[in-house]
């Protein structure tokens, strides 16, 4: 049977999503206590493999299992034995042509920065800090020039295994709530670093160092060292994960605004 799991984790704590031999991961975490359920090793496969320090929402996995368990037992038996930084939020089974990567429409990130003269106290680790004024306004219109199918190559992580440099972003907005900045992010998939490397610019560009067409000079450069910065992993969430109706996988209400033909582009390798 493959069932497939939404997740949710505070990633202050872990080196990342991926299984590492001698580091705390969020993987690691999962496959372990859903074998303690099964009562055999389980591997599982997510949707996007976030970052250390990033945290999740609702990240989309799933796994193959011969143990004959009802869902809400794979829920209570899996939550009993995480640590407390990690949550199953609902599990289902789904058909045999599932699958949490390469079966995704669309992943949805948000950056949150508390925008304010002071750092937080309470979200040290859940939200990046940002002491000057920054205006949403440029943020917003300098992101522009990266919505659309492009070469993020100036945008990607310089030990990126992606064989493909290619993305298609569908929309970036940029917004204030009170004293927090937001950014959100919808891609066919994305590139190692890519949106903490866009986030970066759009800071840059949001506190007056440079003016918004430079996102798009530095999308078109396909050179990393013209981007600027890497902003910090503790303001990005992995929010949520699109897929065909078909799969039955519950939906966030941002992915209305996809494109029609959304559907019809391949996630690269």
């Known amino acids: 049977m493959r069932i497939a799991l939404g997740i949710e ?22 496959e ?3 074998g303690r359920v099964a009562d055999e090793a389980v591997k599982v496969v997510g949707a996007g493999r976030t970052d250390a320090g990033v945290h999740a ?18 829920i209570l038996g899996a939550n009993s034995n995480l640590p407390e930084d990690v949550r199953v939020l609902w599990a289902r089974p789904v058909s045999e042509d599932f699958h949490a990567r390469y079966s995704a429409i669309a992943r949805f990130y948000r950056y ?15 939200i990046t800090w940002h002491h000057s004024a920054l205006d949403c306004e440029r943020m917003h219109n300098a992101a522009r020039y990266l919505i659309g199918e492009h070469d993020f190559s100036a945008f990607r992580a310089h030990d990126c295994q992606s064989r493909s440099r290619c ?29 903490r490397n866009i986030a970066g610019v759009l800071l840059d560009i949001g506190a007056g160092k440079r003016e918004p067409a430079w996102a ?3 999308l078109d450069s396909r050179e990393r060292q013209l981007g600027g910065v890497t902003a ?37 390798e």
Do not use: C
């Open 9 to 30: 984790y505070d990633g202050s704590g872990f080196f990342g999503w991926q299984w590492q031999k001698t580091k705390r991961t969020v993987q690691a975490s999962v």
């Open 32 to 34: 372990q206590a859903l």
């Open 57 to 74: 929402l609702e990240q989309i996995i799933h796994f193959e299992t011969r143990s004959a368990r009802d869902m809400r037992a794979w």
């Open 112 to 126: 949150i920065v508390l925008n304010r003269a002071m750092k937080s106290a309470l979200q040290r680790r859940q």
């Open 167 to 195: 993305r298609r972003v569908y929309f970036i907005s940029v917004y204030r709530e009170d004293d927090k900045v937001v950014m959100d992010f919808a891609a066919n998939a994305f590139l190692h670093h890519m949106v």
């Open 216 to 218: 798009g000079q530095v």
């Open 232 to 268: 910090p992993p503790d303001g990005l969430y992995l929010v949520a994960v699109h897929y065909p109706e078909k799969f039955g996988i519950p939906q966030h209400p941002i992915f209305a605004r996809l494109p029609a033909d959304a559907g019809r582009f391949d996630v690269p």
